[in-house]
């Protein structure tokens, strides 16, 4: 015995000297960015064998991986990019982007648009392991349904063409094209199974049939060409005949096919160069004529007067190919060419009659130019034609069974003023027959509801929020039904902490035929029939006796319904302790639902094989990135991908739950994240970061990345400070005090820990986080340092701004939304004061960096100079960083980068007592600016 323990204690000595001569591991710092990696845009083939996603870096070239299901890696693609299966599991097709650092150097070089690298096409064949590339792609498409594939190339490589051209006239032909986009590129039509190819030139728009049995294309000719002809051609891939079915310079939109690649319809103008308005006409083909014949033109009897196809309405056939939807609209108004444009007087009128404010129009500007207004016309039967939408009623939806005969349509005419302060609008649905015309009131008053159409067309369905229940309108009987009254349960959000109407949990699913509906409560999923209203709990109350949501996404692409025998599995988040997983149950089935997984980890929605019981998904926790996993079960799985390996050389970070009780006994819970080599015989400086509620996100893999203003966990966290991020509840007309209440309790209960610096804690916020951070530097001075990017200080200014990214008032927020005061400002002006940070600025003796930008669109951005120049004022350590041309958020890299930087030296220097650069000490002055940025720290 004394010789057993001599040798474990040897061997213990032995395992202590190895692990002391393993390195530390290294906190991270800004330059690891652009390498940490995530998988992106997972497919899996119909049959169920193949997989692909693309691996991609923060920054630089991606890699497109190309696998069977059983891990066997087909091939690797750098820079592949939106790839997609053949319909028949033979092929890839992707595009294949140009180098990253060839792309900077062109930009650097401030090359034309023209001259910019290009994209090419890859063609993987999944059995022999074949890899096809072709250069210049401008776009391709990929038939839905088959092995074809066409695509757009800038610069051609002419073999085939319309007219066999001589070598000379082909140059110049090429020439030409490379000089201007208008005169189009060469397309190319791949048959994927024979390898038959053909070439097109001068090509401006194309579609291939979804059974890639035909492809149809418009050309515009080169001035002067002999040898290519202006017009719209279809290709028949079967045959090789190539048909030109409408003649003419002009332009050509928005091709499309039936199903069966039967039948064409498309838009096109002709009109000369110089017209001053040029409408479209609407054209058809069943490709029994030599040429497309007009269906609709400009001033057709069957349009109202004025009115024209638009060119901007997408053209669709039904499942049948009996109806073509198309769009409509008033001709456009010519422009005075007479006028002068310096002479001309530049303003915008504002008017209190308006259904939008100038800012909202201006803002929708180039949508409500190209808006259109849904029509159908039946060309087999005599071209029948019905206008479904028109100014009144604005808005429609068609079934996705898009054959059935009504289609949902809503309007708020006369009801958008109120936008401003409701931030929504009341409205009316009707049903509209897309055989008669006959409009149907569904509700005969307008209300503050939320309509769809089942994927049969068979029943309108609504939530309303006055009645907080979901109703159907059958549309065989007429009836209205209420599906959720007899339940038991609430279908709104039970945690609702806003001055509004709480909103629903949704609809999961339907079943075939319209049968029933799958509607979403808290926690559970019901089965409803909307005919009847005869609800069952389809997770038989699993979800609410133990705490676990449930929902439900069907997993197979363009999938429009349940089948009458499947298995649906369905997303299990566990409330109490976040975990997530899978159950499974049948959709006939009277059983509980059955466990397949839960576990600490987070899952993505699941993708299904067309023709295979495989699925497809992503899983993590806070220290494993998102990979790619296949399974049949969710028991048995196969890791297909592992990303980021460097991280196991960094000091990465845990999470964990916390619960405390807030001053007024509300049971409180938040997210401690600590660093990887945390000892708790050490003190640690704590970073405060909070918006809303994030708890829900413990498992969610956090990469470390240069942040749009929001806190970088994974880089504090391994940089030796503790992270935590306290939910919070709000009291309404109180959202300054229900920060105070959660947040500084939350800090107070951690502070007890001996390994908390409660000397050293600071807090950072953004946007609605940015103004609680500003509140709290007034009540408390708790903090040592604190950041608000893109804060409200004073509601009673910004009540009445306007949001500039949608052009809307910002009243709605504070009456009915997060700002959550609850009445209009001269209702409760003491509220608004109350809650706003600039009326108690002399108390703040916080040192704080505010970031606001003269771009924002969300908030106006003198709320940030308005606590900055008061605080200025006060003589309070207070910094303001704008960043120029940027938003709410920001979007561009190098300025994130910047961001990370100066947030990281400013809690280092306050809550590590690192020294502080010279933007902290001396600044910047605009004569340095763009010279020097001040992240130097002086010796």
């Known amino acids: ?44 083939s119909n049959n169920g064998k193949y997989v692909l996603f693309q691996v991609k870096p923060q920054q630089g070239d991606g890699t497109l991986h190309l696998k069977t299901a059983t891990n066997r890696t087909l091939r690797l693609v750098s820079r592949g990019d939106s790839a997609l299966f053949s319909a028949d599991s033979k092929f890839a097709v992707f595009s294949i982007k140009p180098q990253y650092q060839v792309v900077r150097q062109a930009k650097i070089k401030k090359k034309k648009p023209a001259d910019m690298p290009k994209d090419s096409l890859g063609i993987y064949a999944l059995e022999s392991g074949k890899l096809t590339k072709y250069p210049n792609v401008r776009s391709f498409q990929l038939a839905e349904k088959a092995a074809a594939v066409a695509f757009l190339a800038v610069k051609p490589a002419v073999k085939d063409s319309l007219k066999k051209a001589p070598v000379d006239t082909v140059k110049k032909i090429t ?17 994927l199974l024979t390898g ?18 035909k492809a149809a294309f418009a050309v515009s000719a080169p001035k002067n060409s002999k040898t290519i002809k202006s017009g719209l051609y279809v290709y028949d891939l079967a045959s090789g005949d190539v048909k030109l079915i409408s003649s003419g310079k002009g332009v050509y939109k928005n091709l499309a096919f039936d199903d069966a690649g039967k039948q064409l319809a498309f838009a096109a103008e002709k009109h000369p160069e110089k017209a001053l308005v040029k409408p479209f006409s609407l054209y058809y083909s069943d490709f029994g004529a030599d040429s497309a014949r007009v269906l609709v033109q400009p001033g057709a009897k069957v349009l109202k007067t004025g009115w024209s196809p638009s060119g901007f309405g997408k053209i669709i056939f039904s499942e049948s190919g009996d109806k073509l939807f198309f769009g409509t609209a008033p001709d456009p108004i010519p422009q005075d060419t007479t006028l002068v444009e310096f002479e001309h007087a530049k303003l915008d009128i504002w008017n209190y009659k308006d259904d939008y404010l100038q800012p909202m129009q201006l803002k929708t500007l180039k949508k409500d130019l190209q808006r259109n207004y849904l029509a159908v016309i039946y060309p087999k039967q005599g071209n029948k034609f019905i206008q479904i939408e028109d100014q009144y009623l604005p808005e429609s939806f068609v079934a996705e069974l898009n054959d059935a005969e009504y289609v949902l349509a809503t309007t708020d005419t006369s009801k958008r003023v109120s936008m401003q302060w409701e931030g929504t609008t009341l409205k009316q649905a009707y049903l509209v027959s897309t055989l008669t015309g006959e409009r149907i009131a569904i509700n005969p008053k307008a209300a503050k509801s939320r309509f769809q159409l089942s994927p049969n067309g068979k029943y309108a369905v609504w939530y309303d929020y006055a009645s907080k229940n979901w109703f159907s309108f059958s549309v065989a009987t007429r009836k209205t039904t209420n599906l959720t009254e007899k339940a038991g349960v609430s279908f709104t959000d039970e945690e609702n902490d806003s001055p509004d109407d709480p909103q629903p949990y949704g609809i999961s699913a339907w079943t075939k035929n319209d049968e029933a509906v799958l509607i979403n409560d808290r926690y559970d999923i019901w089965k409803i029939n909307p005919a009847t209203g005869a609800a069952t709990n389809f997770t038989n109350g699993v979800g609410r006796t133990n705490k676990l949501i449930f929902r439900y996404t069907i997993p197979v692409e363009k999938k429009k319904f349940i089948e009458p025998k499947d298995n649906l599995w369905l997303l299990v988040q566990n409330e109490t302790n976040k975990q997530w997983g899978y159950y499974k149950k049948n959709i006939a089935s009277t059983k509980s ?35 790619v996993y296949v399974s049949s079960d969710l028991k048995k799985e196969k890791k297909l991908s592992s990303i980021n390996a460097q991280q196991k050389d960094y000091n990465w970070f845990t999470a964990e739950l916390v619960h405390w009780t807030t001053p007024k006994g509300f049971k409180a819970t938040g997210v401690l994240y600590k660093p990887e080599n945390f000892d708790p015989a050490k003190k640690y400086p704590m970073v405060v970061y909070f918006y809303e509620k994030l708890s829900d996100g413990l498992y969610k893999y956090t990469a470390p990345a240069p942040t749009p203003s929001r806190l970088d966990i994974a880089m504090f966290a391994s940089n030796g400070y503790l992270v935590f991020t306290p939910d919070i509840s709000y009291t309404i007309g109180a959202p300054g005090p229900s920060a105070v209440e959660y947040v500084n309790s939350g800090v107070d209960a951690l502070k007890k820990n001996s390994w908390v610096d409660a000397a050293h804690v600071g807090i950072q916020g953004q946007s609605w986080g940015g103004y609680q951070v500003a509140y709290l530097i007034t009540q408390t001075n708790m903090y040592a340092a604190a950041w608000a990017g893109a804060p409200v200080v004073n509601m009673t200014s910004a009540y009445g701004g306007i949001r500039w990214e949608s052009g809307m008032s910002r009243q709605f927020q504070y009456e009915h939304t997060q700002s959550r005061i609850g009445g209009t400002l001269w209702e409760k002006p003491e509220l608004y004061i109350q809650n706003s940070p600039l009326f108690s600025l002399p108390k703040v003796q916080t040192p704080v960096v505010i970031m606001s930008n003269d771009a924002d669109g969300a908030v106006p951005w003198y709320q940030g100079i308005e606590m900055f120049t008061d605080l200025r004022r006060l003589n309070k350590p207070v910094w303001l960083l704008q960043y120029n041309g940027e938003a709410h958020n920001l979007v561009k890299r190098e300025n994130r980068k910047d961001i990370s930087i100066r947030e990281l030296q400013f809690f280092d220097h306050y809550l590590k007592g690192a020294p502080a650069p010279v933007w902290l000490t001396t600044g910047v002055p605009a004569v340095e600016k763009g010279r020097n940025w001040g992240l130097d720290i002086p010796k």
């Open 175 to 191: 020439d030409q094209l490379l000089e201007t986009k208008k005169e189009g590129a060469t397309l190319t039509v791949i048959n």
């Open 196 to 213: 038959t190819k053909r070439q097109f030139e001068a090509v401006t728009d194309y579609q291939i049939s979804k059974l890639g049995n």
């Open 1 to 44: 015995m004394h010789k057993s323990l001599s040798l474990l204690a040897c061997l213990a000595v032995g395992f202590q000297t190895v692990v002391a001569q393993q390195p530390a591991k290294k906190p991270l710092d800004h330059s690891v960015y652009d390498q940490w990696q995530s998988v992106v845009n997972q497919k899996i």
């Open 593 to 627: 639902p059955q466990l397949a997984v839960m576990a600490p980890f987070g899952y993505s929605t699941l993708i299904q094989a067309k023709n295979s019981d495989n699925f497809l998904y992503t899983k993590s926790n806070v220290s494993e990135s998102a990979n």
